[in-house]
């Protein structure tokens, strides 16, 4: 996380007296860690962190002393003892809490994988998880493989329901201040990137209230999200489903599950 200025300090309401570098510093350089690279050495950290490579080398040091990273002396990796962050955010917030039993339930009715979904600067963030599963042979319940995302995951927002969504509930200030100077990944042929065409297609999603992404973030993948609103109006989360062309086509998804994600969000109004 390279240094930040005096403005963006009073922008993200902070004094300059009260913001820790060093603690930045260490929270970017455990950022720096996602399914793209796993493990890392001082230089790769100090390039993905935005910090110089002898403070990188500190910083993974010390992390690997207090048990967060491991270390074969050379290159460094997450260790479980991050997941103590999750499991206490997934144990003690109101959101996931609040979400998952309707996530059941969908998942029940429906047999297919439903997730509850908050938005995280460029990216989504899987905080709450449901899918039919294969029971007992006698059940005969569809086993349903929701394109190998987990609770936790992030993906980019650009590219999925959820994502434009989110994106969607934002103001136009805020969108166009969100995609200023971004470049956005091409992931399937499908995924919509020049900046004209997504911002239209969020202006869209905006005024329909709900987002069909078919294949743009994985081929084979159809998904369908819908806004979830608390009791003054906010958008707190997103909720989606998603399905195979196979198992579900996009106009039956939207067709058949739209209602039943809307009815679902309503219900959660005065949870959330």
Same mark, same amino acid.
């Given at each position: 996380?390279?240094?930040?200025? %005096? ?29 793209? %690279? ?45 997941? %103590? ?53 006698? +059940? ?30 934002? +103001? ?34 905006? %005024? ?16 369908? !999200? ?16 998603? +399905? ?7 106009? !039956? ?20």
């Amino acid at each position: 996380m390279p240094a930040r200025s %005096r403005h963006d300090l009073v922008r993200a309401g902070i004094a300059h007296v009260d913001f820790i570098e060093g603690m930045a510093k260490g929270m970017a350089v455990l950022e720096s860690f996602d399914t793209e %690279r796993q493990r890392l050495n001082a230089t790769l950290t100090a390039e993905r962190a935005g910090i110089t490579r002898a403070a990188a080398r500190r910083h993974l040091l010390t992390l690997a002393h207090l048990g967060y990273l491991e270390t074969d002396g050379s290159y460094f990796w997450l260790s479980s003892k991050v997941l %103590r962050f999750s499991g206490s955010y997934l144990a003690s917030a109101r959101l996931p809490r609040a979400i998952q039993p309707t996530l059941n339930r969908l998942a029940l009715q429906a047999r297919l994988a439903f997730s509850g979904v908050v938005l995280d600067r460029d990216e989504v963030v899987i905080v709450a998880r449901s899918g039919a599963e294969r029971g007992a042979a006698e +059940s005969g319940a569809q086993r349903i493989i929701a394109y190998g995302v987990h609770l936790g995951a992030r993906l980019p927002a650009h590219a999925t329901s959820t994502g434009r969504v989110l994106l969607a509930a934002l +103001s136009r200030a805020q969108l166009a201040s969100w995609m200023k100077g971004r470049s956005f990944a091409r992931l399937t042929p499908l995924t919509r990137t020049e900046p004209r065409e997504l911002r239209a297609t969020i202006e869209q999603v905006r %005024r329909q209230d709900w987002c069909l992404a078919s294949e743009e973030h994985e081929l084979g993948v159809h998904a369908l !999200a819908v806004p979830v609103r608390n009791a003054a109006g906010v958008t707190v989360a997103a909720l989606n489903a998603v +399905s195979s062309p196979q198992r579900v086509s996009a106009h !039956a998804l939207q067709g058949e599950l739209l209602p039943l994600l809307q009815e679902a969000a309503h219900e959660l109004r005065p949870l959330v």
